[in-house]
């Protein structure tokens, strides 16, 4: 997260004092995102910094393993998982670290996931505007 991204102040308590740990695929993803916004030098340097401070968790052969079954028991009850997230949650899930993420949606529902997020239920959400818009009650 950037410095003054208003969810560091949701997470910090969750991390406070507590050993980081991402994902080599969410290294990917941050570094993809600062070359497309073609952020400079400094800010690359920041996020370096950043990275330095968390532990990086590789893949390796039981954690292919643990994303193809994940994949397939996911699959098997028709909820599709960006193949990017999967790897992800399979990393958590391999090494039995509980994952952190503000996309709930993301992460919900998949085996043996430890998911930790303030984000809103949009879900419940959604659902109570479906039924006001029909002219249900509203709950």
Request: some cysteine; hydrophobic content about 45%.
């Amino acid at each position: 997260m950037k410095p003054n991204d208003t969810r560091n102040a949701i997470y910090a308590k969750r991390v406070a004092g507590k050993l980081v740990a991402v994902s080599f695929i969410t290294v990917g993803e941050l570094l993809f995102g600062a070359k497309k916004r073609k952020w400079g030098a400094a800010k690359i340097a920041e996020l370096e910094r950043r990275l330095r401070g968390a532990v990086v968790v590789p893949y390796d052969r039981e954690l292919c393993d643990t994303y193809a079954r994940l994949k397939a028991e996911t699959r098997a009850v028709g909820k599709v998982v960006d193949d990017n997230d999967m790897w992800i949650a399979a990393s958590a899930v391999r090494h039995n670290i509980p994952l952190i993420s503000h996309n709930r949606d993301h992460f919900t529902d998949i085996p043996g996931l430890v998911l930790i997020s303030d984000a809103p239920v949009i879900k419940e959400i959604s659902s109570q505007m479906v039924l006001s818009a029909t002219g249900g009650e509203e709950i």
